[in-house]
């Protein structure tokens, strides 16, 4: 059974920082490329950043540039995102995705919320 577990969501105030994990079971993580996706309310989903299997990161959104890191340790089947300087438009829920050929799994997010 493939689970995708993410964690380290919450409360922080504008010009705080938080890091987020997704923690995989049921794959081997180390051939699928990761990415991060969030969801504000009322929005649609949209890619954040993405980390190939090979370690490659992809470009990150434009409103995250600069602040957020994508990055994975594979001896932990886990994937993690720096996100720093956040401010209110960052609030949504954050959701991680494997991807390999064909194939993905997302997580069933993590909230985040920055209090101005």
Request: glycine share 10%; aromatic share 10%.
């Amino acid at each position: 059974q493939v689970q995708l577990v993410e964690s380290g969501g919450g409360l922080v105030q504008s010009g705080g920082s938080l890091r987020l994990s997704c923690t995989a079971s049921g794959i081997t993580f180390s051939r699928y490329d990761m990415s991060w996706f969030r969801q504000a309310l009322g929005k649609e989903r949209e890619l954040v950043a993405t980390i190939t299997s090979a370690g490659t990161i992809g470009n990150y959104a434009n409103s995250v540039k600069g602040r957020f890191t994508i990055s994975r340790d594979n001896a932990k089947n886990t994937t993690y995102l720096q996100m720093s300087s956040l401010n209110p438009e960052d609030t949504a829920v954050y959701y991680c995705k494997a991807a390999f050929d064909i194939t993905a799994y997302w997580g069933r997010g993590t909230q985040v919320t920055v209090s101005s």
